[in-house]
């Protein structure tokens, strides 16, 4: 089981990255996914989430409107596309697969908004 984040990087604020989760192990259809980030001194936290066939999707209230969470079960990928990035999203995301008794987590990418 594997969950591969990538598309992290440097960024100044008020531009876009777009992060990609690609999973490979277990039927990436069957499970639910989220998006988590952790800025160094604090818990981590819930930024978006996708039901398995993406028909209903959560976001944080800090990145309503700006961040937005899919998936390609086809590529077995979720993504969250960031944009009108601003100084506090730095953190490192982490993307999580969820079933019932089931858990798996990537290892996270960088996400730096700084001029």
């Known amino acids: 089981v594997q969950l591969v984040e990538s598309g992290g990087g440097l960024v100044q604020p008020g531009g876009s990255l777009r992060l990609s989760c690609t999973a490979s192990g277990f039927t990436f259809s069957n499970y639910d996914m989220r998006w988590y980030r952790q800025a160094p001194g604090t818990e981590r936290e819930l930024v978006a989430a996708i039901t398995r066939a993406g028909g209903i999707t959560n976001y944080a209230d800090s990145v309503k409107g700006r961040f937005t969470i899919s998936r390609d079960n086809a590529k077995n990928t979720v993504y969250l596309q960031m944009n009108s990035l601003k100084p506090e999203d730095t953190a490192v995301y982490y993307c999580?697969?969820?079933?019932?008794?089931?858990?798996?987590w990537g290892q996270g990418t960088q996400v730096t908004v700084s001029s």
């Open positions: 999580r697969a969820s079933f019932p008794g089931r858990l798996y």
